[in-house]
């Protein structure tokens, strides 16, 4: 394994450093760290992942819509004056992160939190963001 590595770094050092080949190297360095970080627990991924799903304004305006009545797609476009593709794209970000709900009623579909701990999250956020 050793020895592979060693080929494997004279390789590299080789040759022509190139933007793509840097970017490639520190990625594959960051996936290493990743990978072997004690410190980096399954709960702490999941977080992170869900505050990268909650990382845009839309996204956030999305959920405080949600977390008083759930609603259908043209009610939150009203409510946030967004255009509806827009939204869509977002909701299909916050549904593949979990945070939200669908049920079908007819030809619509209804949208709602998930959780109320997501929309705690947000409101928190704000709050905090406020008093400074």
């Known amino acids: 394994m050793a020895t592979h590595r060693r080929r494997q770094q004279r390789r590299l050092s080789n040759a022509i450093e190139t933007p793509a080949l840097t970017h490639h190297i520190v990625i594959c360095e960051y996936l290493y ?3 072997n970080a004690s410190s980096v627990t399954e709960p702490r991924l999941a977080a992170a992942e869900l505050f990268r799903a909650l990382a845009h304004p839309l996204r956030m305006g ?3 819509t949600l977390a008083e009545t759930p609603r ?3 009610e939150i476009v009203d409510a946030l004056g967004v255009d509806q593709p827009l939204v869509s794209q ?3 970000v916050l549904r593949s992160a979990r ?3 669908t049920e079908r009623r007819g030809k619509e ?3 709602s939190l998930a959780d109320r ?3 705690h999250i947000v409101g928190d956020a704000i709050t905090h963001v406020q008093e400074y």
């Open 72 to 74: 259908c797609v043209h």
């Open 117 to 119: 701990h997501v929309a």
């Open 62 to 64: 999305i959920v405080e």
């Open 90 to 92: 977002h909701l299909r």
């Open 109 to 111: 579909i209804l949208y």
């Open 99 to 101: 945070v939200l709900r």
């Open 33 to 35: 760290v990743i990978e």
